[in-house]
């Protein structure tokens, strides 16, 4: 037998733990007479929390603790405690050793009660927990623990009747040398090498691609594996006191070898000495399950890929549950800056590995929202673009303080599958101009409908309507003309309805139309000459027909053109005056881009013509164009002056408040 093998045999669980054992029952003979201890209260729990001290260190916690570790060590102890108070000649001792295990019982629990998987490492109640967590697993660790109970009776029992001295001596030495067990360098196998017989070893590392992603050669008899597995490994071209933590992101077949790549997600609290560098284990059991928790798996969405920019990164989709949709919300950490981006969309895509080798994949895309900022109530541009690999996690965000608000301030939505409010200025929206667009029925009435209602707090409404539409909903509208509007504009009325017939731009209408916009902007134009700046805002629901571009307009050009001009004097001129307006359009290409070019603020929901495309791609950006057409209904893209946010976003409002 050579010398490495003798060297590994002592290192093995099993031989340790007889040998202790055999130790123990020898000691206990030439002390005592007696091979085993006797039943006797200060034999029973004596020897039991010095085998307690043993079986913990071979096999309890051979790698590291956790609050539930401590938990299974304290309840038992104060279970026997409870059962032996009789047996305890002291009470006092007795008080303050249950008293102590209940303590640390407590704080193991609260530690875990505490722990928020959905909040930063930053966060308050995280970082109580971990000082708790460390507290607990600091005294409440076995070997700790159990060797106070067997310190406490061989003090009691032995040391305080000054008997068996020679024999407490080598009890002493035997329990030293259990402590002296170094956890991390024990083995389960006797004879073989660690590498031949440790069936957890799963491959070797044969380069690394990235500072996260690592390429793993596997072994030919390697257990299956499967995505998403956890795995740990020591990697000697970096720190060598760290064992990290990572997961099987992807394996696949080259060249008849298997292959498999695994990303570092993070490390273990203790360095595992065992692990031969640079061989890759796969976990199990509570340690898999502790692991997954830790490294939050389910909520693991892919990785940062090349060709990512500042604004818009590129990602290779991985989930555990397919479930990942166009506007969800992502996070990643680049240093400790925390960047929340959202999905804009997929494609699939295929990687070359070799010659005659493809692996296919799915590339999201996803734009930056940045950080949040709980004082403004929106996201904050990152200036950086976060490194090849870096991973990346759904968020719910459910760990953000959001602050209430009040009027002008209105809520549009959230942002899809969390609590982040998208906030509107109404003030803003009317005074620099809001534009509603998008194909019929993705919700563009019922979010006007909405806005309509909070801006009737201090502002009057006049809706230019062909559909007949808007007086049925709201049934208090006063009907509007030439006749009236001077009336409602210094009334006490604030929502005013101007009726088309459907053919809206014959000549009768369009001048009727222009004289009655003519009066509007004329009676705001005197309030404010006279230091009385009124607020209004004028609706154009479906805006082709009321200010069409040129290509589009009726059988008048000139007629309609007063309209369109008259309109365009708002748009240019009113926001001095307090008049603003509400486009409601289907197509841009339809509008008056003198009009609707003037509108600050821009909500678009679903669309699919080449024209908005482009026109919107100047507002909300080329990235977020492309989400246009697969959004849901009542989902919408949000920018502009009235927007509470830096960034154009995707925002649900079948949400709002």
Excluded at 58 to 70: A, D, G, M, Q, R
Excluded at 309 to 318: A, V
Excluded at 515 to 536: M, N, P, R, T
Excluded at 582 to 604: D, E, G, P, Y
């Amino acid at each position: 037998m050579t010398l490495e093998k003798v060297k590994l045999l002592l290192k093995n669980r099993i031989v340790l733990f007889f040998g202790f054992f055999v130790a123990l029952l020898l000691l206990n003979f030439f002390g005592t007479g007696r091979l085993f201890p006797t039943t006797e209260t200060k034999d029973l729990w004596f020897y039991s929390g010095v085998f307690m001290v043993l079986f913990t260190v071979l096999f309890i916690e051979p790698y590291y603790s956790s609050p539930k570790n401590v938990i299974t060590n304290t309840v038992p102890l104060i279970l026997v405690f409870l059962a032996i108070k009789g047996d305890i000649a002291d009470q006092t001792q007795w008080w303050v050793i249950v008293t102590s295990l209940v303590l640390l019982l407590v704080i193991a629990v609260v530690a875990m009660v505490l722990d928020d998987k959905n909040s930063s490492p930053t966060a308050f109640r995280n970082k109580l927990s971990e000082r708790l967590k460390n507290i607990a697993i600091f005294f409440g660790k076995g070997k700790r623990l159990y060797s106070a109970i067997f310190l406490y009776f061989l003090l009691v029992y032995y040391v305080g009747q000054n008997s068996l001295s020679w024999y407490v001596f080598w009890l002493l030495v035997i329990w030293a040398f259990m402590l002296l067990i170094d956890q991390n360098d024990l083995t389960n196998a006797f004879l073989g090498s660690k590498k031949e017989k440790d069936k957890s070893a799963i491959g070797q590392i044969f380069g690394i691609e990235s500072q996260k992603m690592f390429l793993v050669k596997l072994f030919n008899d390697s257990r299956t594996l499967k995505k998403f597995d956890v795995v740990k490994f020591n990697y000697s071209m970096r720190n060598s006191s760290m064992t990290y933590t990572g997961i099987v992101f992807d394996h696949y077949l080259l060249n008849q070898e298997q292959w498999a790549k695994v990303l570092w997600l993070g490390e273990c609290k203790n360095y595992v000495k065992r692990l031969i560098d640079d061989t890759v284990y796969i976990t199990s059991g509570e340690e898999k399950n502790d692991l997954l928790e830790e490294l939050e798996i389910d909520k693991f969405a892919g990785v940062v890929v090349e060709g990512s920019e500042i604004g818009k990164i590129k990602f290779e989709y991985s989930k555990k549950e397919d479930d990942l949709q166009e506007g969800d919300l992502l996070e990643l950490y680049v240093g400790d800056k925390r960047l929340f981006y959202q999905v804009v969309s997929g494609v699939t895509d295929k990687e070359q590995l070799e010659a005659r080798n493809e692996a296919g994949f799915i590339e999201g895309k996803a734009v930056q929202l940045g950080e949040w900022d709980a004082t403004t109530l929106s996201f904050k541009k990152f200036g950086w673009v976060p490194q090849i690999n870096t991973p990346i996690f759904t968020a719910d965000a459910a760990d953000i303080n959001v602050p209430d608000h009040e009027y002008p301030e209105f809520q549009l939505g959230k942002i899809p599958n969390t609590q982040l409010p998208s906030l509107i200025n109404l003030n803003d929206a009317v005074s620099h101009h809001l534009a509603l667009l998008g194909v019929t029925g993705s919700g563009k009435s019922h979010l006007a409908r909405q806005i309509i209602d909070k801006l009737r707090t201090d502002t009057k409404i006049i809706c230019i309507d062909f559909t007949g539409e808007w007086k049925k909903e709201k049934p208090d509208a006063i009907v509007l003309d030439k006749t009236n509007i001077n009336d409602f504009l210094t009334g006490d009325d604030s929502f005013g309805v101007v009726e088309l017939p459907a053919l809206s731009n014959t000549v009768e209408v369009v001048q009727a139309t222009e004289k009655l916009l003519s009066i509007v902007f004329d009676y705001a134009k005197q309030c404010y000459e006279a230091g009385e700046k009124e607020k209004i805002c004028i609706v154009l629901e479906e805006a082709h027909t009321i200010v069409p571009e040129a290509n589009f307009l009726g059988v008048n050009n000139w007629d309609s053109k007063a309209v369109v001009n008259k309109m365009g004097q708002i748009a240019l001129q009113g926001r001095k005056y307090g008049v603003g307006l509400m486009v409601i359009a289907q197509r841009t290409a339809n509008v008056s881009k003198t009009v609707l070019t003037q509108c600050n603020t821009v909500i678009c929901f679903q669309a699919f013509d080449e024209t908005s495309f482009n026109f919107l791609g100047n507002y909300v950006g080329k990235g977020m164009v492309e989400a246009l057409p697969n959004l849901k209904q009542y989902h919408a893209i949000v920018t502009g002056k009235a927007i509470k946010s830096n960034v154009p976003m995707i925002i649900d409002l079948t949400s709002e408040a």
